[in-house]
């Protein structure tokens, strides 16, 4: 059984920063993308960022600019830099990923339980 355990959420006002962090546990044979996803409270699960596993990105139009996501492929963990955060930024933050747990199969889709990020003065 694989885990993804995130880490890094809490309180900032605005302007400020946090940094995000999600490892991945269990019987690992390879992560490829790793992501970060929120949902606002009424809102749907939105995308934030993704990362392949040789280094791509993509982002949120929303985040452009002031998030960076990065990765530890050795220690399979993902991170999200969060820098000039506003109060719309204010979400559970949910760790995704596609890891393949055994050679020869193929990956299965796994979340966190999410962190909660509160922008506020």
């Known amino acids: 059984q694989v885990q993804l355990v995130e880490s890094g959420g809490g309180l900032v006002q605005p302007g400020g920063s946090l940094r995000l962090s999600c490892a991945a546990s269990g019987h690992i044979f390879k992560v490829n993308y790793m992501g970060w996803f929120r949902q606002a409270p009424g809102n749907q699960r939105e995308l934030v960022a993704t990362?392949?596993?040789?280094?791509?990105?993509i982002y949120a139009d929303s985040v452009k600019g002031r998030f960076t996501i990065s990765r530890d492929n050795a220690k399979n963990t993902v991170y999200l830099q969060m820098n000039s955060l506003k109060p719309d930024d204010t979400a559970v933050y949910y760790c995704?990923?596609?890891?393949?747990?055994?050679?020869?199969?193929?990956?299965?889709?796994?979340w966190g339980k999410g962190t909660l990020v509160t922008v506020s003065s």
């Open positions: 990362i392949a596993s040789g280094g791509s990105t």
């Open positions: 995704n990923a596609d890891v393949v747990a055994w050679v020869n199969y193929g990956g299965t889709d796994y």
